[in-house]
């Protein structure tokens, strides 16, 4: 098991139900972008998800895409959102997951990229346009460098592809809320908690939601049947237009400061709900 | 309607292809394919199909002499241009339109996605969406909608509702992402009919099977006329699926196949082929116009039909083995070429086929290479002028209120303006 997984599976343990913010590297600029990441930690997450832009992010929506635009019209590249990776893990202790899509990873080559994750201190990486089917280039040399590589889920997967999440997947399984690109979704569909309880009958890691969880409802209801919940439209559209590294912290450590209370509150009644 | 052999391994050419999709897409891209392979070996379907081409479409699209084009390129060759602009809504785009809304009904869709550069897949869109009853959304970047402003009223009129495309370069690009963003938010009633050989499997090959009526025609047409094969077949490239089309009807012939892309201008070009280098944009594997870091550079291309950065993952794969030889025409020269056309033959081309007009007469006018196609040919070397097929992908009336418009007006580009 990879640090990730070590990580996720000791905080499902010990009964947590996190919260993972997603920031988009660079976006506000470089500075807000730490601060952001500064706020994470105040509000005691240990697991934080940075996104490296690209030019075309088709699994994104409208919030995401422009934070992606504006990042790399500042000059942000693969290379500079490692340093910061390598940054929040260094001076935060954060444990760093990257999301970022195939064809930058591929530019700079599949091994170089492992290693430079490694060397980086990054625990895992998201690649929303790399299905499960055509990840075993990219696996193996992430594996070799103990980088687990994150295998996304949709309610559109049926029991035979989540056989075959369940056999690559690793570090945490991500599970894509509704059908939708990010940040546009209602939060979770009607039947969240059925998808949830189908897919932790076929694969035994932790599962965290995302995709359109965005409010302190919405996290909580994530928390009463899932193992955690990632934030990232949600949270941009909070960093949108601060250019302080102090303002950007403040309006970060609040927004999942009230996230986590919420999950946290709602996690410990689903615990004692178990119990009974 | 025949259908071409399947591919040996499903999705790829040789490196290139493949599902670089998110996961929502996967299943429905399963569906997909099966209900495809079933369809291409159900006579049932070919034969709808084939009566839609005939009686709808128009097909078989006629294959003209061009003769006093031919003269202005020399008179080294009898030049035969395949009418695709003779088709139902002006392009080639209806083929694969016409085959893909009846998988679209088979899969029980109530809703057709397109992305759109000229204009002309969007209208072939909207037309079998009106003709089956099915609603359309149709995405078109800001800047095509307004270089192709005459498409965007006729998507209207036919019942399909055009959305404007804000990001990026607001070109055909953006278009694809934006339709793709809209295929996984509503992918259980809409089904995306890519309007080019790109995207993930198994829309490459299904779209090149869908366009290989046009090489499959030409091939017949011009042994009847010529009573031998080609020596050359010439299509414009921009994602690449007149040109799948009609190669795919000499692939496996003696026959010197050559695909054109938009060289540009000042402002850039986009020769993914001949500039790019392999990536991953838009579900599959293949040449793509990229910078140092992966990103995406946005593509340039006086035809809106040609202005995209990637290439259909099977002509990267022909570049490669070198089967076909790939080359860029800018601007200019294209528009000379539409030109031309319209004053020789009175035929107006679209922008996008003008590129394939204008190699032609580049290759027609160079007397060492002319020599050597006829001492290489088949055919051998007494067997006459060069044969020449160029596909003539699409009308350009869309064209006419621009460069184009301008140049047709005024003879030499930039004269009498």
């Known amino acids: 098991m990879g640090r990730l997984g070590e990580l996720t599976h000791a905080l499902r343990a010990a009964g947590a139900r996190p919260v993972v913010p997603f920031v988009t590297a660079g976006f506000p600029d470089d500075a807000a972008c730490r601060g952001a990441l500064r706020g994470a930690r105040e509000a005691g997450c240990r697991l934080v998800e940075i996104g490296v832009p690209f030019s075309d992010p088709v699994a994104d929506g409208p919030v995401i895409q422009a934070a992606s635009q504006r990042a790399l019209l500042q000059g942000m590249t693969p290379a500079r959102a490692l340093d910061l990776a390598a940054w929040a893990r260094r001076e935060l202790d954060l444990t760093v997951v990257l999301m970022g899509y195939l064809n930058p990873v591929l530019r700079m080559g599949g091994e170089r990229f492992a290693d430079a994750c490694a060397a980086a201190g990054v625990a895992g990486l998201i690649v929303p346009d790399l299905p499960v089917d055509e990840a075993a280039g990219l696996r193996a040399p992430l594996r070799a460098a103990g980088v687990d590589l994150v295998s996304l889920v949709a309610p559109t997967t049926d029991a035979a592809r989540l056989r075959l999440h369940a056999a690559h997947a690793a570090g945490f399984l991500y599970l894509v809320s509704t059908t939708g690109v990010t940040g546009t979704g209602a939060g979770a569909g009607d039947d969240l908690e059925a998808y949830v309880a189908r897919v932790r009958a076929a694969c035994a890691l932790p599962l965290y939601v995302g995709f359109g969880v965005g409010t302190a409802a919405q996290a909580a209801r994530v928390a009463r049947c899932a193992d955690g919940a990632i934030v990232g439209s949600a949270l941009l559209r909070r960093l949108e237009g601060i250019d302080d590294e102090a303002a950007a912290r403040t309006a970060t450590a609040s927004f999942i400061g009230e996230l986590a209370a919420a999950m946290a509150a709602a996690g410990d009644a689903a615990g004692k709900g178990d119990r009974s | ?417």
């Not at chain 2, 006729?154 to 963003?181: F, N, Q």
């Not at chain 2, 392999?278 to 006086?302: C, F, K, R, T």
């Not at chain 2, 290489?376 to 060069?386: E, F, K, N, Q």
């Open chain 2, 1 to 417: 309607m025949t259908m071409p052999a399947a591919n040996a391994a499903p999705g790829r050419f040789g490196p290139y292809g493949g599902q670089y999709v998110p996961e929502t897409l996967m299943p429905c891209l399963r569906e997909l394919e099966a209900v495809w392979l079933a369809a291409r070996a159900d006579p049932a379907f070919l034969a709808e199909l084939a009566a839609l081409q005939a009686d709808y479409s128009g097909r078989p699209t006629p294959l003209y002499r061009a003769r006093r084009f031919e003269a202005a390129c020399g008179a080294r060759a009898r030049v035969w241009l395949k009418r695709e602009d003779l088709n139902h809504t002006g392009a080639h785009k209806i083929n694969n339109c016409l085959g893909q809304v009846l998988l679209a009904q088979r899969m029980g869709k109530a809703r057709l996605i397109a992305e759109t550069g000229a204009g002309q897949h969007g209208v072939a869109t909207a037309t079998v969406a009106a003709l089956a009853g099915l609603r359309c959304t149709v995405y078109m970047g800001e800047v095509d909608m307004r270089r192709q402003e005459p498409n965007v009223r006729r998507m209207r009129l036919l019942g399909a509702e055009v959305v404007p495309v804000l990001s990026g370069a607001r070109t055909l690009k953006d278009a694809t992402s934006e339709a793709i963003r809209d295929w996984v938010t509503n992918v259980a009633d809409s089904h995306y009919i890519i309007g080019s050989t790109v995207g993930p499997h198994p829309y490459p090959t299904m779209v090149r099977d869908f366009q290989a009526v046009i090489g499959i025609e030409a091939r017949r047409q011009v042994l009847e006329k010529e009573g031998r094969l080609p020596d050359a077949a010439i299509a414009c490239v921009g994602g690449g699926s007149n040109a799948a089309g009609l190669f795919a009807g000499f692939v496996d012939d003696p026959v010197a196949l050559y695909g054109v892309e938009a060289g540009g201008g000042a402002q850039g070009h986009s020769a993914a082929l001949a500039l790019g280098s392999p990536g991953v944009l838009h579900g599959s594997l293949s040449y793509l116009l990229q910078d140092e870091h992966g990103q995406v550079v946005p593509a340039h291309s006086i035809a809106a039909g040609l202005d995209y950065p990637g290439v259909g993952p099977e002509h990267s794969f022909l570049k490669d083995t070198g089967r076909v030889t790939y080359d860029k025409v800018d601007d200019d020269e294209a528009l000379a070429a539409f030109g031309d056309l319209c004053r020789l033959e009175g035929i107006i081309p679209a922008l996008e086929s003008s590129h394939a007009l204008a190699f032609c007469r580049r290759l027609l006018g160079d007397e060492a290479a002319c020599a050597k196609l006829v001492a290489t040919r088949a055919a051998g070397p007494d067997a006459g002028p060069l044969v020449v097929v160029v596909n003539l992908s699409g009308r350009g009336d869309k064209d006419m209120h621009g460069d184009a418009g301008d140049q047709a007006n005024g003879g030499a580009h930039g004269q009498a303006r």
